[in-house]
T-cell receptor, first 114, second 112 residues
Framework: NAGVTQTPKFQVLKTGQSMTLQCAQDMNHEYMSWYRQDPGMGLRLIHYSVGAGITDQGEVPNGYNVSRSTTEDFPLRLLSAAPSQTSVYFC?????????????FGDGTRLSIL | AQRVTQPEKLLSVFKGAPVELKCNYSYSGSPELFWYVQYSRQRLQLLLRHISRESIKGFTADLNKGETSFHLKKPFAQEEDSAMYYCALGEFNTGTASKLTFGTGTRLQVTL
C-alpha cells in the first residue's frame, strides 16, 4: 500500500517552461489537494478536489491548473514556470472532504525554476 | 479569514525537559485543529487532532477557545521528538470541503 505517490521528487525548470507534477493515491480517497511549502510561510493550499471531475481553488492558485479525471490521480500543471514558483510541493489526500479527516501526504516534489 | 500563528521558528530543549509548542488561531466559526509532524526524511503526518482528545507519543493538546490557542505539550522531551511541527486549522462546515490552514511551523530540537 503506497499511500500518496508523487513524481518526480526533484525537478529543475527554466522560466517559461511547462510541467506536470504527478500525484496518485491508492486508498480510494475522495479528497485530494496540493500545497506548496515555502520558508517561513508554512504550507499553502493551491487547489483541491472533492471527487472525480470536481476541482476548486485554494489560497494561491495563480499559475497552476489541476484536473481530476479519476479518483486516484490529481496532477498539478505549471503552465509557464516562474522563479516565484520555486518551492516544495506536497500532494495530500483524505477519505472525504469533511475537515476532521486526517490528511495523508506524499513525499513532496522539490521544484527549482531558473 | 482563517489564520494560524506559531510564534517560534525553533524551540530547543534538553532531553527530559517539558515541551510546549505554541499555536494560536483566528477563526470566526467552530474550529477543527490538528498538529502535524514531519520527522527527518519522513512524510508530513498527523500527530493528533483536538476532537479525539487523545495523547499520542506522550503529546497532548487542549483547545482553549477563550485564548484561541491549541498548544502542544509533552512533560518529558525525548530525542526522537526532534522534528518540524505544524499546527493546522480546518473549517467545520458540513456543506463545504475542508480547507486546512497551516501555521509556519516550529522546529523542535531535543538535545542531550
Amino acid at each position: 500500500n503506497a499511500g500518496v505517490t508523487q513524481t518526480p521528487k526533484f525537478q529543475v525548470l527554466k522560466t517559461g517552461q511547462s510541467m506536470t507534477l504527478q500525484c496518485a493515491q491508492d486508498m480510494n480517497h475522495e479528497y485530494m489537494s496540493w500545497y506548496r511549502q515555502d520558508p517561513g510561510m508554512g504550507l499553502r493550499l493551491i487547489h483541491y478536489s472533492v471527487g472525480a471531475g470536481i476541482t476548486d481553488q485554494g489560497e494561491v492558485p495563480n499559475g497552476y491548473n489541476v484536473s481530476r479525471s479519476t479518483t486516484e490521480d490529481f496532477p498539478l500543471r505549471l503552465l509557464s514556470a516562474a522563479p516565484s514558483q520555486t518551492s516544495v510541493y506536497f500532494c495530500a489526500s483524505s477519505r472525504h472532504s469533511r475537515s476532521n479527516q486526517p490528511q495523508h501526504f506524499g513525499d513532496g516534489t522539490r521544484l527549482s525554476i531558473l | 479569514a482563517q489564520r494560524v500563528t506559531q510564534p517560534e521558528k525553533l524551540l530547543s530543549v534538553f532531553k527530559g525537559a517539558p515541551v510546549e509548542l505554541k499555536c494560536n488561531y483566528s477563526y470566526s466559526g467552530s474550529p477543527e485543529l490538528f498538529w502535524y509532524v514531519q520527522y527527518s526524511r519522513q512524510r508530513l503526518q498527523l500527530l493528533l487532532r483536538h476532537i479525539s482528545r487523545e495523547s499520542i507519543k506522550g503529546f497532548t493538546a487542549d483547545l482553549n477557545k477563550g485564548e484561541t490557542s491549541f498548544h502542544l505539550k509533552k512533560p518529558f522531551a525525548q530525542e526522537e521528538d526532534s522534528a518540524m511541527y505544524y499546527c493546522a486549522l480546518g473549517e467545520f462546515n458540513t456543506g463545504t470541503a475542508s480547507k486546512l490552514t497551516f501555521g509556519t511551523g516550529t522546529r523542535l530540537q531535543v538535545t542531550l
